[in-house]
């Protein structure tokens, strides 16, 4: 031991390896509770940069200039620059639409109202027989005169609307006041994006070298196994939300539903939320199908509008899981709906909306790692396989993940 850091002491036993492990586990789980706030500025980096890796190796291999670092380095810079100026573009010709198309779904939303509260005084105050009695909706929800009637008119919806709001200004000061503190955390991602792009290979090579040789052919095949996970619901998730953005848009456009940028790109959106978010998405269609027609087709409006947007919708939800996700997603991910969507309400009481996105490829991932421990300590015929076998199998995962 002569040659790290000068250290001439014998080496510690074995109990005192797995002791100085154990607290070194412990110490690292507390500083990463502690620091919560750094983790997700330091996922969003990770993400961003990994979603831009393949447009930094399509660089590098163009270059032909320089050493492969200098190389590495132009393609980051070249990829990082490519990246914002698609971001200045969609915020110079996209968002300007999204907002003109916003505010009219603002000048709809008074109209959206009136037809809701008209649609419930109707309702609530006609007479309906139940059992032969003569009943009205409204007095069953409390004490009011037979004789009286309501009407949702008769509540002042400014006032309700101040007192709710009242109390959330405070909130929104601070968050004025935090302005700075976004523009700082933008600025470090923005960093930590570009040096992830430039040495992420270097860094999965140290990795790799923190295990000894028996081991590094596993942490390579769980890499490169966790590579595909994420490949295929990152980039994946990604193509899907373009993908279903324009079919809806497209779609809105031709059967005349109002907004159908915004609607586009709230289905784009709500896209990366698996299971529940083309439902989600479908809502809002829905709603501006049943309260205002067709900007296209003459006399359709009403309930006959709102079946024809849902059947409409159902059917691209439907085309996209038979023949857009297995083609893009492929069985990395292989997730019943039932674990996908507890791993989404957990991911959103732990994480936000960031634990929400990551909820799948998490689970994903912990699975993977759940398999691995699981062949290393609960199958013995695994450690017991013979030599030969194990060379084979190592040959088989590297050819796997090439």
């Known amino acids: 031991m002569e040659d790290l850091f000068g250290v001439t002491s014998p080496p510690w036993s074995l109990r005192t390896r797995r002791t100085a492990a154990l607290i070194t586990l412990l110490l690292a789980g507390v500083f990463a509770w502690r620091l919560a706030a750094m983790w997700p500025p330091l996922i969003v980096a990770l993400v961003l940069a990994y979603l831009l890796s393949p447009l930094v190796s399509l660089f590098q291999r163009v270059l032909s200039v320089g050493s492969p670092e200098i190389r590495r380095t132009l393609a980051t810079t070249l990829a990082f620059a490519v990246a914002i100026l698609v971001v200045v573009f969609i915020v110079l010709l996209i968002v300007p639409a999204i907002v003109s198309q916003m505010d009219q779904f603002g000048d709809a939303l008074p109209t959206l109202g009136r037809q809701i509260s008209n649609g419930l005084d109707t309702f609530l105050n006609t007479p309906i027989q139940i059992g032969g009695q003569t009943v009205v909706p409204l007095h069953l929800f409390g004490q009011v005169d037979s004789e009286a009637t309501f009407s949702v008119s008769d509540i002042d919806l400014v006032a309700a609307a101040r007192q709710f709001l009242l109390p959330l200004t405070t909130p929104v000061l601070g968050a004025l006041g935090s302005a700075l503190n976004s523009l700082l955390s933008v600025f470090f991602v923005l960093t930590m994006v570009f040096y992830l792009m430039k040495d992420g290979p270097r860094f999965i090579q140290q990795i790799e070298m923190l ?39 497209l779609a809105a456009v031709i059967l005349g539903v109002r907004s159908p940028l915004v609607l586009g790109l709230l289905s784009g959106v709500l896209e990366f939320i698996p299971n529940i978010g083309p439902f989600l998405a479908l809502i809002p269609a829905a709603m501006f199908a049943l309260f205002f027609p067709s900007t296209t087709i003459p006399g359709l409006e009403g309930l006959l509008f709102m079946v024809v947007v849902v059947v ?91």
């Open 211 to 249: 295990f000894t040789e028996p081991y590094r052919n596993d942490v390579r095949t769980l890499l490169g196994r966790l590579g595909e996970i994420w490949n295929a619901y990152l980039r994946g998730q990604l193509l899907l939300s373009i993908t279903m953005g324009t079919l809806v848009y």
């Open 312 to 402: 409409v919708w159902t059917m691209m939800q439907n085309l996209e899981a038979i023949f857009l996700v297995p083609r893009i997603m492929g069985d990395s991910l292989d997730l019943h709906p039932v674990v996908v969507i507890v791993a989404v309400i957990g991911g959103a009481a732990l994480a936000g909306v960031l634990g929400v996105i990551l909820a799948a490829p998490v689970v994903a991932t912990v699975r993977l790692l759940g398999d691995y421990l699981y062949a290393k300590i609960i199958r013995s015929e695994c450690a017991a396989a013979p030599a030969g076998e194990s060379h084979d199998s190592e040959r088989d995962s590297e050819e796997e993940i090439e």
